[in-house]
């Protein structure tokens, strides 16, 4: 699989799109903001990475958290993973949102995510008039009991 990436201005001067070691799944990014910026506890913030893709048809390229982040800083992603569609053109942004008690400031250049590119099945979503019965049913969000 090829994906095309092009650096936009914004990201000059910052280390490309890459893996950190040859068995790592995913690539790193970097923020390519301006200025430092602040996210407060329990606040979000789009924070820009200087590029765009062209992820091929069939796959599409999930953003998610850095472990280490999400450990030492309680900084995530609020909807992880997000997904960079096969027809989106513009510039990747990463939605940061800070769990924790304390300000986290991201500075440029900072790794604050990572890519995952991942193959799609062919889904051909047929309308029925019932579905199939399971043992489950309509149980859902939480129905075992169990966290929560």
Do not use: W
Not at 34 to 62: D, H, K, M, N
Not at 92 to 98: A, C, K, P, Q, S
Not at 118 to 145: I, K, W, Y
């Amino acid at each position: 699989m090829k994906a095309d990436i092009r650096y936009l201005p914004n990201h000059e001067g910052l280390p490309a799109v890459s893996r950190m070691t040859p068995g790592s799944s995913g690539f790193d990014i970097c923020a390519a903001c301006r200025e430092e910026t602040v996210i407060r506890p329990g606040e979000v913030a789009v924070i820009p990475a200087g590029f765009e893709l062209s992820v091929p048809g069939g796959y599409e390229a999930q953003i998610r958290p850095r472990s280490g982040l999400a450990l030492k800083k309680k900084i995530g992603l609020l909807n992880s993973p997000g997904t960079i569609d096969s027809d989106y053109r513009g510039e990747v942004g990463v939605i940061l949102f800070n769990f924790g008690k304390e300000d986290f400031i991201v500075r440029r250049g900072a790794r604050i995510a990572q890519i995952v590119f991942c193959r799609l099945p062919e889904v051909e979503l047929t309308e029925v008039d019932s579905l199939d019965a399971t043992s489950r049913g309509q149980g859902g969000f939480g129905h075992t009991g169990q966290g929560g």
